[in-house]
């Protein structure tokens, strides 16, 4: 099967780079010109700045030629399979790609407690309570990020800014205030290390598509308001990218589809454009067939030998949960918007995890703030 992700040039690798910066061990390739600037300009100060959502292609199509994220894209490079937060955002700030940390996918099964987890809300899919068997074990996956780390070591130190409370990232409560943050946060002696996440443009994208006037209005501000922030950064490298890009979609409802539900044992999990099936033994051949003859022409349905072959969720030595969490066969939206919707899913308008360059490929924006 073909893999679109570069697992040598992808969030995987930029996060391998600011590993390598900051002393950490890393178990995969680097990007070298990251490399290269961090080596010769030693900045006090490392700004990794994802914006949700914010495809390269998306970008393009918004922003003119002259506008300062488009003169400072330094190329594009591919997110992991699946294009989807919880999978990238997870690389990005691990180093490891999803095979190793088993954040797969927004709904992802868990074989221990023999669930269907929403991941990033601790909840069983479809439900809204917090599933205390999944706290129990959810150690499994890997939590330990590089700001951890780089905090634990001792030498220099990290901090994570989010939208929402975590534990120990700091909270902001909206666009300036995140970046009113993170310049105060530079003024501050010592090397650190600082990830900065904004869960827009995706927020709005999911309701109103990546091509709508509001959407194009958040990326137009996000654009004139970090040039603005960079103005004022001294000693810093400033690396703006996004996890994913997006996709208008047309939704498929399983449950029109009562004869190929009635062979699976579970929901399905991970995306809706990456769809992770688990068959009953005596309709694996006939669910080929029935999967194939129904939704052949917009999704690639592959087997977990395929999957594990092509190594499409990257190389590694897979996190204990992962094979069982990627089922029996793994349908691919590669040239379609389609999604493939059952109980507990999300309706949405536009959304990705998908195989099409909207969805995989991502900006690699580089200001270069270490001259004074």
């Known amino acids: 099967m073909n893999v679109k992700n570069n697992y040598n040039e992808c969030l995987t690798n930029l996060a391998c780079s600011i590993r390598k910066y900051f002393g950490l061990e890393y178990h995969h390739g680097t990007l070298p010109y990251i490399d290269k600037i961090l080596e010769e300009k030693h900045p006090n100060n490392v700004i990794i700045m994802l914006f949700d959502g914010m495809g390269s292609k998306i970008l393009d199509r918004t922003l003119e030629k002259d506008s300062f994220f488009i003169k400072n894209k330094y190329k594009e490079i591919s997110t992991v399979f699946p294009a989807t937060t919880t999978a990238a955002t997870t690389s990005i700030r691990t180093g490891l790609n999803p095979i190793e940390h088993g954040w797969l996918g927004w709904n992802t099964y868990i074989k221990p407690i023999d669930k269907t987890i929403t991941l990033f809300l601790n909840c069983e899919k479809g439900k809204e309570t917090t599933c205390k068997e999944f706290l129990k074990i959810k150690n499994k996956l890997v939590t330990t990020t590089i700001t951890d780390e780089i905090n634990e070591k001792g030498l220099y130190y990290a901090k994570e800014f989010f939208p929402f409370k975590t534990s120990s990232a700091v909270l902001y409560s909206n666009l300036d205030n995140m970046l009113d943050?993170?310049?105060?946060?530079?003024?501050?002696?010592?090397?650190?290390?600082?990830?900065?996440?904004?869960?827009?443009?995706?927020?709005?994208?999911?309701?109103?598509?990546?091509?709508?006037?509001?959407?194009?209005?958040?990326?137009?501000?996000?654009?004139t308001k970090v040039e603005k922030l960079c103005k004022k950064l001294k000693d810093s490298l400033i690396i703006v990218v996004a996890d994913h890009g997006h996709i208008k979609v047309d939704n498929i409802f399983l449950n029109d589809y009562p004869e190929l539900l009635n062979m699976l044992e579970r929901t399905t999990s991970i995306e809706q454009r990456a769809v992770s099936f688990k068959v009953k033994k005596e309709y694996m051949n006939e669910f080929v067939n029935k999967f194939n003859n129904l939704f052949g022409n917009y999704f690639k349905l592959c087997s977990k030998a395929e999957i594990l072959e092509s190594n499409i969720f990257g190389k590694g030595i897979p996190n204990e949960l992962f094979e069982d969490a990627i089922g029996d066969f793994i349908a691919i939206a590669e040239n379609s918007n389609k999604c493939l919707i059952t109980d507990g899913d999300d309706v949405l308008f536009s959304h990705h995890a998908g195989y099409t360059d909207d969805e995989v490929f991502v900006p690699l924006i580089i200001i270069d703030k270490t001259e004074i």
């Open 181 to 223: 943050l993170v310049l105060d946060e530079t003024q501050k002696d010592g090397k650190k290390f600082l990830y900065v996440y904004d869960d827009e443009p995706d927020h709005t994208m999911h309701n109103y598509g990546a091509d709508s006037k509001i959407v194009k209005e958040l990326i137009k501000e996000r654009n």
